[in-house]
């Protein structure tokens, strides 16, 4: 069965920090897989996605992931949080067809000053 | 308009009522997507369509639910005979593809109480 599993329920980091959010999944073909960010004044957003190519995905706000076949994962990073990063993050996984998606649980991060 | 717009922003309900929800999304936007969220809990993906039609239907979670959309514009989601656990906040999202990268945004959604 399709699922996505993201093992923190929330994590917190210092200003300045580097993070990395953990994501696994479990897909029966090549997956298309997500991050989603969801902070209280600025609603649903996605920051990157995975269809093909290279593994190092770029996204928005400096964030990016990479997809490792091997561990069945897409871990989200950024070299230096920053106090507006607090918020909750989404990974989901999906198939072709575009964003039908199964979400994992979501990650809270909170940052500290 | 400039974004992905969602109506009512806020629906109070009774057990047993029917109530629709309704999208508008940004215009040109070909493909649609409804969303559920409920309280503590991770994002549902509800259904997708591309222009009118709907070829993947597959997460509605029961045969209360039924989503519209006419003119690849507006859709709406209809629920049926509301129970307490429909209560959720309902996000709509629209997505464009410019140069083979498809990039979605989402509406502010209907937070839908059932009392």
């Known amino acids: 069965a399709q699922s996505v599993t993201q093992p923190d329920i929330h994590i917190t980091v210092s200003e300045g920090a580097s993070l990395e959010l953990r994501c696994n999944y479990s897909?029966?073909?090549?997956?298309?897989l997500f991050w989603y960010v969801q902070s209280p004044g600025q609603g649903l957003q996605l920051l990157l996605k995975y269809f093909s190519g290279d593994t190092l995905v770029q996204g928005i706000k400096g964030f990016e992931a990479e997809f490792k076949r091997s561990q069945s994962s897409f871990n989200l990073r950024k070299p230096s949080v920053h106090w507006s990063d607090a918020a909750e993050y989404f990974c989901?996984?999906?198939?072709?067809?575009?964003?039908?998606?199964?979400f994992g649980a979501g990650t809270r991060l909170f940052v500290k000053a | 308009g400039a974004g992905v717009s969602q109506s009512p922003s806020n629906k109070v309900t009774e057990k047993g009522k029917d109530v629709e929800l309704r999208c508008d999304p940004i215009s040109g936007h070909t493909a649609l997507y409804w969303y559920r969220q409920r309280l503590g809990q991770g994002l549902e993906f509800l259904i997708y369509?591309?222009?009118?039609?709907?070829?993947?239907k597959s997460g509605l979670p029961s045969d209360r639910f039924s989503a519209e959309r006419t003119g690849e514009s507006v859709s709406t989601l209809t629920i049926q005979r509301t129970q307490q656990e429909d209560s959720a906040v309902y996000l709509c999202a629209s997505s464009s593809t410019v140069g083979g990268r498809e990039t979605q945004y989402f509406g502010p959604g209907t937070r839908l109480l059932v009392l």
């Open positions: 369509f591309q222009g009118n039609s709907a070829p993947d």
């Open positions: 897909y029966g073909a090549t997956p298309y």
């Open positions: 989901a996984v999906g198939s072709t067809g575009g964003f039908k998606t199964i």
